[in-house]
């Protein structure tokens, strides 16, 4: 991998450059990509962007940007965007800014001469990176630890770029996307942060590996695909759980739409099993509720433990006897059971408690 240290001034970067919307934003000539797929929304608010211009105006440095060298030789963004793009939103004259002893705001056009020349010779230090996507992937993963703050998925997205990746975004990385609009209640994370894609790529792609369904798909041109199958999930798990409950978010559904899907259960039967649940004292994950509904798995649920007054208590009314192997043992060589399972209905309580020998238990709990 090869990795060049390279000054531009913010003359160079701001010429040709376009913001083209939904299309993408361009700069430095035409040959930088500054809001590829894989990069997020402008999310600087106006005193960080300002900040920016004033930082530059005044000759202090920047923080060092990042881009990606493609294989025609032209470049794309991937930590930086946001500095870059303030730079050249207030060079065309998008907004104003307090620049030096002026009290008022003033647009670039309003600079005086000397002025605009400083900010336009002002210098900016930026690394180049050229390799093969698994050496550009571990390089972005160092320069995101030093502090570039990309997210995982985000990090994939610069690797394999490509039309896929440009029409994925568009289904699930914009904001009040197609994948907003339906799923956000199931997810966890936000679209903008490519939380959204990266769970639909884990949800579909086999074991779950989604830089091998990234690699699969970079050259393909749609992600219908990809989104085709998010929405039979949604709507399978509505037709499970018509009923929406704040824990219904972050299940992993696609999992459980891909072990038990697309048949729909009982959504009766099932809606009287998650408020029996949900009201039981003693399922401590409330959201593993839907996943022991499919499957009765207690793992899900986080069980409540017998708390060490329980374990005392049962230990001293047995007299250090284990009631399956007869032997006597230390409390330490012991562990608390239920006397009646909790699925049958037993509690979490000192009434309900036996202590067992560590061998038995694990006998009786199959470990």
């Not at 390799?131 to 995982?152: H, P, R, V, Y």
Request: charged letters at 30%; a negative charge; proline letters at 4%.
């Amino acid at each position: 991998m090869k990795i060049e240290l390279k000054e531009i001034t913010v003359r160079d970067l701001s010429e040709g450059y376009e913001d083209n919307t939904e299309g993408g934003v361009v700069g430095y000539g035409g040959k930088l990509d500054i809001r590829p797929p894989f990069q997020r929304e402008f999310v600087y608010k106006d005193a960080q962007r300002d900040a920016v211009i004033d930082t530059a105006s005044k000759g202090f440095p920047l923080n060092v940007m990042y881009w990606s060298v493609r294989e025609n030789g032209e470049f794309e963004i991937i930590d930086g965007q946001q500095r870059t793009i303030s730079l050249c939103q207030y060079v065309h004259g998008d907004f104003s800014v307090q620049i030096g002893s002026f009290k008022e705001k003033r647009a670039f056009h309003n600079l005086r001469d000397d002025e605009q020349e400083k900010l336009l010779d002002y210098p900016l230090t930026v690394y180049l990176c050229s390799g093969t996507d698994t050496e550009k992937l571990e390089w972005f993963k160092t320069i995101n630890i030093a502090g570039a703050q990309l997210t995982d998925q985000e990090l994939r997205n610069a690797v394999y770029h490509g039309e896929w990746v440009t029409d994925a975004k568009k289904w699930f990385s914009r904001p009040n996307c197609p994948a907003q609009a339906v799923g956000s209640k199931y997810l966890n994370g936000s679209a903008i942060r490519q939380d959204y894609l990266e769970t639909a790529i884990k949800w579909h792609a086999p074991d779950g590996d989604i830089e091998q369904y990234m690699s699969d798909h970079q050259q393909e041109k749609s992600a219908k695909e990809l989104w085709d199958y998010f929405s039979d999930v949604i709507d399978w798990v509505q037709a499970c759980f018509p009923k929406y409950r704040k824990q219904m978010k972050g299940v992993p559904w696609g999992p459980l739409y891909n072990e038990h899907g697309p048949a729909v259960i009982d959504a009766a039967k099932a809606e009287e099993e998650v408020k029996r649940l949900l009201i039981d004292d003693d399922v401590t994950n409330k959201s593993g509720i839907y996943s022991y509904v499919f499957d009765g798995r207690e793992r899900h649920l986080n069980i409540r433990k017998f708390t060490e007054k329980d374990r005392i208590e049962a230990y001293e009314r047995q007299g250090g006897v284990c009631p399956v192997c007869k032997g006597t043992f230390a409390i330490e060589e012991m562990e608390a059971d239920h006397i009646d399972p909790w699925h049958a209905g037993g509690k979490t309580n000192a009434a309900n408690c036996q202590m067992l020998c560590k061998e038995d238990n694990r006998r009786k709990s199959g470990v």
